[in-house]
């Protein structure tokens, strides 16, 4: 599809969601709280996508430039700096340099560190890290199918390290690293402050272009540090290769690395809730099998067939766009724009921040709506439907009511609040698994981890990725759906048409 042909889609979205909106604003002048879920940072929803578009044409090539000169707010300390410092450091020889040494290369403030967690020999130099993360309550018969992580590893520390063995007392207090400091800076003339030093591997890591989610593994403070974190699940070797990056970065590269014991290596460390790729490839293959081998022939049949069918489609779209499980999942037809692929979607609520954004669906997502609306279609006149029924099928398709329902008891009823008593024990697991399996497809796929928080509606280091002051633009957002595409192409999950 061209670019003009792309901007006429939109164009025309915009101007159908434009009536829309005015339409129901004007019915409800009067009822402030949804006159406010029309919002969107201060302006309407149509607004926000506009510009959205716009910023496309123009945002994506001053990301690097912006990348590139983009002043910190942790004022940082210099490389120069650092490695003079370290130089200085593993002189002394005392508790206070090692603690100072330790806060540079666990990335962790003084207060953090333990003396516990540090092991040092004449064989090794390691501090133990332990991650504080969720952890996720899955039935012994779903175990299985999702991969085993640890969130206990060793970092592997220079050579260096194994200077100070003979030290057995505790690590410095904040105010005897201190006075170090200002020995150092009056000796050597050199200025910098304590939090530069546990700032700084972070500081390394965001402009390195990794994954700010891997910093808070490694610096073990999880959640507190990014958001993404818990969905994130990373083997262990990959920790020890972007570590032992930075660590030759800060000692210039004057290190000969002994490579950890097996016992350290080979572990997934993250998120306990990521399915294995195999048995999403079987969940999907089973549940497609099941739902055409359903032979209908009385409500009840029916029924299952249409809940199944529904629960399929949902599956995809959240791959594909990261939903959260929210009451009515994507609202109604009104805001999807199936030939270009947009959804918005409002899946997140917090007091000071309107969550909203915006996802562009992958190409199988988009077809399996397609697909699941020409059934819908299809049954909407099904002699075996109640009339009450029938009508609140219509009122799907004409966008008047939300596009996902279950049918409970005779009647339409609200995904979320359903969909144990259709599944059972059979999948009883969160229902935002989702997120943290596509999480880690996408990073494993190497996509630029700014996107990533973007497709998840986190906040990184800039706030929302779509805000005002944002270089992300809706190119991006296309991006992220074209390699979720191939996902799940590699993982043999097809749109499975039924009429």
Known sequence: MSETEDENLINDWVENQSKILKDRHDNHMSDLQKAEYYKFKGSTIIDEINNVYIKSKHAYKYQKLREKYLVSHLNNITIHKIHL??????EKQNVEALTLLLSLFTGRDIEALSRDDLILDKENALYKVKVDLPVHDIPDNLKKHFETPHNTFYLKLPDLFKNFRKLKSKLSSTKAAKILKESIMRNHHIRFELKQLSYYMGYWMSHRGFDTSIFAIINGQGQNLASGVNY????????TRIYEEYTNHIINNDITWMQLSSSFMNNKIGSSLVLKNES????????SETI??????????????YNLYTIYTVFILNLSTGNRPVQNIYDDLKFIHIKSKLVYIEDKSRESTLAYRVAVMAEQSKIQLQYYLSYLNHIKNETIFSKSLNSEIDQIINGESPIFQLIVNNKLSEFKTNIRNVIGDNFNIQ?????????????N???DPKRIDMWMGHEGLGG????KFSSMSLHDLIEIANKISMILKDLKINPLKLV
Do not use: G, P
């Open 464 to 467: 929302y990725a779509l805000s």
């Open 292 to 305: 055409q081998n359903i032979n209908v022939k009385d409500f009840k049949s029916f029924c299952l067939q």
């Open 280 to 287: 999403i490839t079987k969940i999907f293959s089973s549940l």
């Open 445 to 447: 796929y190497d996509v």
């Open 85 to 90: 410092l370290v130089q200085i450091l593993s």
């Open 232 to 239: 994130l699940l990373i083997e262990s070797d990959e920790i």
């Open 431 to 443: 229902l935002n698994w989702n997120r943290h399996f596509m999480r880690t497809c996408l990073h």
